[in-house]
């Protein structure tokens, strides 16, 4: 049986579908928005000049499909993982996991939100619940890995294979801390409860989406160990493949 949370459905009902009146000002005002945003974190060395295209695109995707409410979310995400990544920077520079100081590329992007941008857009053909809650899933694993990779590699002096629990140094494909798991729940948490505040979901609807965004997190250690670590996968390729889990992972569940 489909759950449809009133908020939602509510909302729904002012999406500007594709063929709609309203959704040319929705584009324009979008296009607009998303260009400064991207600008700014091409200024913040967030990302660099393909990345911010890249970025622009996708949180484009998201606005004209969500609105306001799904812009601010993206928002959310882009400061949290901003803020992980420059936690403890000099330190993960001598550990030789530091960030690249230009910024993310054009693939991390679209591999972190890709899956969040294609569920926001789907919204425009077919208004539907469930791609809210593929949108907030995925956003919330997307910030959930990041902070998590981040603030093991800045807290802890060594981690644990997901696989095996054997020690590993910090940053290794796989390698999990107590201190980054925590921070990438909380992360994961926050996102939920920002989609919330948006209006996007239902209050209820806070720990699915936080729990399908860590179960995504956890996915994207196991490939790390299992697939990257022996090179069968690329990084940009998990990330995509653990987004894509957290937005299954919270439809599945959202149909039970």
Same mark, same amino acid.
């Given at each position: 049986?489909?759950?449809?949370? %009133? ?6 009902? +002012? ?21 400064? !945003? ?32 799904? !812009?601010?979310?993206?928002?959310? &995400?882009? @400061?949290?993982?901003? +803020?992980?990544?420059? !936690? ?5 520079? #001598? ?9 993310? %590329? ?17 919204? +425009? ?6 791609? @809210? ?5 995925? @956003?919330? #694993? ?5 902070? %998590? ?24 494909? /796989?390698?999990? %801390?107590?201190? /980054? ?26 720990? +699915?989406?936080? &729990? ?45």
């Amino acid at each position: 049986m489909l759950i449809v949370p %009133s908020i939602a459905g509510h909302w729904l009902s +002012l999406v500007p579908t594709a063929g709609s009146g309203g959704l040319g000002g929705r584009v324009a005002v979008g296009l607009g928005v998303t260009l400064v !945003f991207a600008l700014l974190a091409r200024w913040l060395r967030a990302v660099n000049w393909r990345g911010a295209v890249a970025g622009a695109l996708v949180t484009w995707m998201v606005y004209v499909g969500t609105g306001p409410g799904g !812009f601010v979310c993206v928002v959310v &995400v882009f @400061l949290l993982t901003s +803020l992980a990544t420059r !936690f403890g920077y000099r330190h993960k520079q #001598e550990l030789g996991t530091a960030e690249n100081r230009e910024g993310r %590329s054009a693939r991390q992007v679209l591999a972190n939100l890709g899956v969040a941008a294609c569920a926001g857009a789907a919204l +425009l053909f077919r208004p539907s619940p469930l791609f @809210l809650l593929a949108m907030a899933a995925a @956003l919330a #694993e997307a910030a959930a890995d990041t902070v %998590s990779g981040e603030m093991g590699q800045a807290l802890e002096p060594r981690a644990y294979l997901i696989t095996s629990f054997r020690p590993v140094e910090p940053g290794t494909n /796989g390698g999990v %801390s107590l201190s /980054g798991t925590m921070a990438g729940c909380l992360a994961a948490l926050v996102v939920a409860a920002a989609c919330a505040g948006a209006y996007l979901i239902r209050l209820p609807w806070i720990a +699915l989406v936080a &729990v399908a965004g860590v179960l995504g997190m956890m996915f994207d250690s196991v490939l790390g160990a299992t697939l990257e670590r022996p090179g069968r996968l690329n990084n940009d390729a998990v990330n995509l493949l653990s987004t894509l889990l957290a937005a299954g992972a919270a439809v599945l569940i959202g149909w039970l």
